[in-house]
């Protein structure tokens, strides 16, 4: 047996102790990345049943008290009626005619008509003081306007309140409640 080569046997031996320490992966169906990511798949539709399970129980538990769904019975003190305001126009019959520029780079004309309301019985000076005040008060809604995009004219409500504002801080016997626009437009040329 001189012609043997003794290594050769031994890499035979160690190659089949290998073979029978390594675990057979042939019964897995699919790779063991494949698995994690079902996992984090599973806890996260488990995670949002559990919310949406607290979020229904939680609604029913906060509602349960309140099944007619009929408004609350208002007393007769509470009143929902607006006022009938005193309606100031600028020194006209018409109101005041608003007629401005915006800011735009290419800009756009402003044209409103505008009055005031105010609740009379409340300030009785104020009639006189917005007589008075006639031409600031004008000049005070004239540059608003100017410096103003027609972007930012277009929310007629937030219009509404900023000038409302801004014609209280020129009033000291009272305030203003009401800015009605009889017209009110922007018009590109």
Known sequence: MAGENPGLGDRINVIEDEMEEKPQRRGRFFSERVARILMFIAIGIAALLVSITVSVLTYRFMDRGNRSRQFPVLSEIYETEVPDYAIWSFLSDDGYDLRAQTAD???????????????SNRYKELNGELTAKNDALMDTIRFYFS?????????????????????????SRGEVEQVLFLQYQIIGF
Do not use: C, H, P
Not at 107 to 112: K, L, P
């Open 105 to 119: 780079i290419e800009q756009f004309t402003v044209s409103a008509r505008i009055k005031l309301g105010f609740d």
């Open 147 to 171: 410096q103003r995009t027609r972007e930012q004219l277009s929310d007629e409500v937030a219009i509404k309140q900023e000038l409302m504002s801004r014609i209280n801080s020129l009033l």
